[in-house]
Nanobody, 122 residues
Framework: SQLVESGGGLVQTGESLRLSCAAS????????IGWFRQAPGKEREGVLC????????NYVDSEKGRFTISKDNAKNTVYLQIDRLKPEDTGVYYC????????????????WGQGTQVTVSS
């Protein structure tokens, strides 16, 4: 797979997690990487995206400040830092790649990882 997520787990409310998306070589040079999540029984939603040049796009305005996206090109990895976790953050978190820029439509992302489960207990 071109994208592999890791870092999920069971955490308590208020804790933090850093999710990782390991990409195949050269993916980050030409692709934007978006983080998406899908809560149980809900549709998948975008969280944050980072373009090849490092520009970021926030898909969930209400969560500004709790989610941070970053990348390390040398490690071919994109990170999603989630702070002050809430039970409603529970779900499967996916990273996905789209050529060149961060679209606001998830269907434009052509390559997806298998996801990593995040469970937040109250």
């Amino acid at each position: 797979s071109q994208l592999v997520e890791s870092g999920g787990g069971l955490v308590q409310t208020g804790e933090s997690l850093r999710l990782s998306c390991a990409a195949s070589e050269f993916i980050l040079d030409y692709n934007a990487i978006g983080w998406f999540r899908q809560a149980p029984g809900k549709e998948r939603e975008g969280v944050l995206c980072i373009s090849p040049d490092g520009a970021t796009t926030n898909y969930v305005d209400s969560e500004k400040g709790r989610f941070t996206i970053s990348k390390d090109n040398a490690k071919n990895t994109v990170y999603l830092q989630i702070d002050r976790l809430k039970p409603e953050d529970t779900g499967v978190y996916y990273c996905a790649a789209q050529y060149l820029y961060c679209s606001r439509r998830s269907r434009d992302f052509t390559s997806w990882g298998q996801g990593t489960q995040v469970t937040v207990s109250s």
